[in-house]
């Protein structure tokens, strides 16, 4: 096998721990816990570490194999399924998986025989809808009789708790009222089933942001919090947020220039459609010097959510395979671009998600902590 070098991902340990000690302070500071998630970074054992030893109390992903690996890496942590189990996943689920977030009865069933097939007792978080639409019980009452059913014909689970979901397909804020509406569900729950629970789960990073501005309600006491720890970026560049000092490069993309030439903005020619047949716009701005990458959409989703950390670096566009920079303003900064070199670029959390799982970008560990 070719050893392959770039692209790489460089995974920063240091500063994804940093970042996580930064997030598990901050909540418990408000008596909450920080499930980790780590789907964004392909689950990779070694980033999960982190989360572990910066003090998270479990840790989660959408993806069995992702939790299947951190079971072989001996994390001790309770490994948690975050996307609701496929009826047909209910035994591998409760093999691998701690626990898993929940929202509709034949599966909890499903889960119910498997776990005690296996002679295990399977934990279950009860998702509630509370408008953003995706997964979830739909009102208290549907909620309440789930709880019911979870505690009384449901040895092999354990009903630990609820859980929301907002921000998510239905763009819905996770606003204080939200919070509050969370936790009186869960106390109309626990009236139902005569114990208090465990965990009242309020939502993903989008939800942290009532924990830094301090008006999250008491009744909430965990978080499952992903893109904040890895990127920390959609709170400050998309609600305005102040995350403190998050570190903003702890997954980062390296690629490899193969061609530096002066041409036109503008295509020559008669214009139709790019690689993946859709119409783009292109400003004339005439002669420039670009540079091609040999890393694509293949790998990474979206050249818009590339950022160059080199300064006069502009991303163009690209094809599956090939990225297109304008390095000319780097140039009249003196900077030296040529065919060999490496560039390095922050990311979006849904950009880091391609990285880390394509095939063809290698992962580089660096930890500087
Ligand atoms: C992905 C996911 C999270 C984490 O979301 P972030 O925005 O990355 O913090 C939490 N809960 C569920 C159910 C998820 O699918």
């Known amino acids: 096998m070719r050893k392959q070098i770039y692209p790489r991902a460089v995974l920063d340990l240091g500063h994804l721990r940093e970042n996580v000690k930064m997030v598990t302070g901050r909540c418990a500071a408000m008596g909450i816990q920080v499930m980790g998630v780590v789907k964004g970074c392909d689950g990779l054992p070694r980033c999960a570490s982190q989360f572990v030893r910066g003090g998270c109390s479990s840790l989660g992903s959408s993806r069995i ?146 924990v830094l501005d301090g ?37 980062t993309l390296e690629a490899e220039v193969v061609e530096v030439r002066e041409k036109p903005t503008y295509p020559q020619g008669a214009i139709t459609v790019d690689a993946f047949g859709h119409r783009q716009a292109y400003e004339d701005r005439g002669i420039r010097c670009h540079a091609v990458l040999a890393v694509g959409k293949v790998d990474y989703g979206d050249p818009g959510e590339l950022f160059p950390e080199a300064s006069g670096v502009r991303v163009l566009g690209a094809s599956s395979d090939h990225t297109l920079l304008d390095i000319q303003d780097a140039l009249d900064q003196g900077q030296e671009i040529r065919v060999g070199d490496i560039l390095r670029f922050r990311l979006t959390y849904a950009a880091a998600v391609y990285v880390t799982s394509s095939r063809d970008v290698g992962h580089y560990y660096v930890d500087q902590g």
């Open 215 to 251: 008006t999250m309600p008491e009744g909430v006491n965990q978080l499952r919090i992903g893109e904040g720890i890895l990127m920390a970026r959609d709170l400050p560049d998309l609600h305005g947020v102040d995350m403190g000092p998050m570190h903003r490069d702890a997954i």
């Open 65 to 210: 194999g992702q939790l299947a690996d951190l079971r072989a890496a001996g994390i001790s942590l309770p490994l948690w399924l975050i996307r609701i189990p496929m009826l047909s996943d209910a035994e591998e689920v409760v093999q691998v998986a701690d626990g898993s977030l929940n929202s509709d009865l034949a599966v909890l069933r499903a889960l119910d025989q498997a776990a005690r097939a296996q002679g295990k007792t399977h934990q279950v978080l009860l998702m509630t809808d509370l408008g953003d639409l995706r997964e979830g019980f739909w009102g208290v009452k549907e909620l309440t009789e789930a709880a019911l059913m979870v505690e009384r014909d449901c040895p092999g689970l354990h009903l630990t708790g609820i859980g929301t979901n907002l921000g998510c397909y239905g763009s819905v804020l996770a606003t204080r009222e939200k919070m509050e509406e969370l936790c009186a569900q869960a106390k109309e729950v626990e009236a139902a089933i005569g114990r208090p629970l465990e965990v009242v789960s309020g939502g993903a990073t989008s939800s942290y942001m009532r």
